[in-house]
């Protein structure tokens, strides 16, 4: 347990063992599914938490206007699928200048 | 990749804060905001036990009605209660785990970003021609398809919510890249302290579970459309299932970083070290996975779902949470107590969330869900769960923390006041919903007969509501007056035991010049006792 991996596994196992006995009552695929799925992926979290780099150095801004930008750009091409084309075009336009704008902000880093 | 953070002077102002990469300020800026939500959906339940004091229609109309309903309880949960968890994680884990920073601090700002715009699409819907969406935070199909539901406020409401729980689960994303990379090199994961561990649960849960519900909803979005995803005679079903499985488990997220906030509290106002800190670990662990395997004793009444499985994890569920009830009453056993505010606020979470507990069990079982599924007696189970249980819990932490976030203490004869009626107000509002739950009183409905026999106990319940509010209210202002006129706290008033408490209040952007040596969970409780 002094790892992370270790406690995903743990975790990752138990939902396993949860999704056999759920097994043994019904062969519904979505049922399974939803809990097989959910420790497989938390077995892949292990599996990351295994090669996670340590710590390293980088510079980053008190202030990121860029991200700001992705973030509501990213909602109002959401919400254009309800309110109308225009506003999907509009939020991916400032999806595009805002992760432009943090690519410039992590090449200046 | 780790980041440095900046030692420049802070920058001050409105956009300093809006586009801020420092967890601390994310993490203010998403509980602030939460906090106001709070107090808007909180408005909205009063307006609902308005109009149910007495029988008849006065206050709201039936269809604005289930709109309000609809707004206070997906507000709730999606705007309100889960990200204060994730404030608390954003703010506190780096801190805890003696990191300068959270992992991926430019994705926490856009998590809050996503959330914060998915809110004002959810009530967006306010705004529109047809309404706001009228069909429970739940949005089950068919009542939520475009024949029934029709109008662009259900889309929006679907769209924002969609939004608002990428956001939490993006934050979360942060909060456990934090523990797994950015401990202090004597921080293992059996040093944690125990809100890290709840927050562990948590993030696994939220990483593993909410982007069903996201599925789920962009499916119903696209069925809303015309693709006929949900159209099918078994589509409600498994709409249910997809749903059931964020459902469930939510509950969670809304309770275990608390929980986690309390083991601190508890520790701390006992002047004892935390008791059965193990099996703690281990039953948050237990606990988690069997949260993950109870969601469809939601669906006993449907017929669809095998009720002895689900039966039996829901009631499993009871010994890990006895095993961390256990571990909180024994840290406080032979300890010194000190009954400031946020020990208050814990004593009132361990009773009250215990009848929220209890009647969970009571209805993990077919035979008495069948009998009580969707009556208010439902609605006073989860509102134990997660107003008493949750919000106390909550209160507990804000009066323990606010010394830390802002450098003053709150004032203590106000806490002890809010403490006093909201232990009342949320008596008063909530028990008499379990009685007229059990007479028979159907949820979501916004009328009933003066010959029903509820009108007495909705009566009592209404004025607990304002009793509630009262307390809220008293909450609000003892912030503003403890800003206004300061009463310095120091970095450590308390006499905490874990990281947060070893830098300045507020911390400073790099959040600490030094950290004490890191030998247990508790390093500053080391220190004091020559441990370390």
């Known amino acids: 347990m002094s790892r992370p991996s270790v406690v995903f596994l743990i975790w990752g196992g138990l ?64 919400a254009g699928v309800a309110v109308g084309t225009w506003l999907v075009l509009v939020g991916a336009g400032l999806t595009l200048v805002g992760l432009a704008a943090v690519a410039r902000e992590l090449r200046g880093a | 990749m780790t980041t440095v953070a900046s030692e420049r002077p802070v920058p001050r102002g409105l956009v300093a804060w809006a586009a801020a990469t420092d967890h601390k300020r994310v993490g203010v800026l998403t509980g602030a905001t939460a906090l106001v939500l709070l107090l808007v959906n909180g408005s909205l339940a009063l307006v609902m036990r308005s109009e149910l004091a007495w029988p008849g229609t006065q206050v709201v109309g039936l269809k604005t009605y289930n709109e309000l309903f609809t707004a206070h309880g997906s507000g709730m949960i999606y705007l309100v209660v889960t990200p204060l968890a994730m404030a608390l994680g954003v703010y506190f884990v780096p801190l805890m785990v003696g990191a300068a920073e959270i992992s991926g601090p430019r994705f926490a700002l856009l998590g809050y970003w996503l959330y914060g715009c998915g809110a004002i699409a959810m009530y967006s819907g306010f705004l529109t021609q047809e309404g ?33 729980v990428t956001g939490m689960f993006v934050q979360s994303a942060c909060i456990l890249a934090t523990i797994v990379r950015l401990r202090a090199p004597a921080m293992t994961m059996l040093r944690l302290p125990v809100f890290c561990w709840a927050m562990v649960v948590t993030t696994l849960m939220v990483l593993t579970t909410f982007p069903v519900l996201v599925v789920a909803l962009v499916l119903l979005e696209l069925d809303r459309q015309g693709v006929g995803v949900f159209t ?14 964020y459902g469930h488990p939510v509950v969670y997220v809304m309770f275990f970083p608390f929980v986690g906030a309390l083991g601190e509290v508890i520790a701390t106002f006992s002047r004892r070290r935390f008791f059965g800190y193990h099996a703690m670990v281990l039953s948050l662990l237990a606990f988690a996975a069997l949260s993950m395997s109870v969601w469809a004793h939601h669906m006993f009444t449907t017929g669809q779902v095998t009720n002895q499985y689900f039966s039996l994890t829901s009631t499993l569920i009871a010994i890990p949470a006895g095993i961390e009830y256990f571990d909180l009453i024994g840290t406080m056993v032979g300890g010194s107590i000190l009954y400031r505010t946020p020990m208050l606020f814990a004593l009132g979470f361990l009773t009250l969330f215990l009848i929220g507990g209890l009647t969970g069990i009571m209805l993990a079982s077919p035979p008495i869900d069948y009998h009580l599924h969707d009556s208010f007696f439902v609605v006073a189970h989860f509102h134990y769960t997660l107003f008493a249980g949750s919000m106390f819990a909550f209160f ?26 909201l232990f009342v107000g949320t008596n008063l509002t909530f028990f008499p919903m379990f009685l007229l739950g059990e007479k028979g009183m159907p949820r979501r409905v916004g009328d009933y007969r003066g010959t029903d ?10 004025i607990g509501a304002f009793v509630t509010a ?30 947060e408490w070893a830098t300045t209040s507020p911390p400073p952007r790099h959040n600490f010049d030094a950290l004490p040596p890191i030998r247990s969970f508790a390093p500053l409780l080391d220190l004091r006792e020559g441990k370390a």
Request: hydrophobic residues 55%; proline residues 6%; without cysteine.
């Open chain 1, 15 to 78: 939902l396993m063992a949860l999704a056999l006995l759920l097994f043994a009552w019904t062969q519904s695929t979505l049922l399974n599914g939803l809990l097989v799925g959910a420790a497989v992926g938390t077995l892949v979290l292990a599996l990351l938490a295994l090669f996670a780099r340590g710590p390293s150095r980088r510079f980053v801004p008190d202030v990121s206007l860029a991200t700001v930008l992705t973030g509501v750009g990213i909602a109002l091409a959401v």
């Open chain 2, 396 to 421: 507990a932490a804000i009066y323990y923390w606010f010394p830390k976030v802002t450098g003053v203490f709150l004032r203590e004869g106000l806490g002890k006041l809010h403490f006093l009626f």
């Open chain 2, 132 to 164: 706001a969406a009228r069909f429970g935070w739940t949005a089950f199909p068919p009542l939520s398809d475009s024949t029934n539901s029709p109008g662009l406020g259900s889309d929006l409401w679907l769209l924002g919510v969609s939004l608002a």
């Open chain 2, 470 to 499: 009262f307390a809220v209210g008293i909450f609000v202002w003892n912030v503003f007056v403890s800003l206004r006129r300061r009463e310095p706290a120091g970095a450590d008033p308390w006499g905490g035991q874990t990281l």
């Open chain 2, 232 to 245: 099918s005679p078994g589509g409600p079903a498994a709409y249910q299932h997809l749903f059931w499985f």
């Open chain 2, 453 to 462: 026999g509820f009108t007495g106990l909705n009566l009592i319940s209404t």
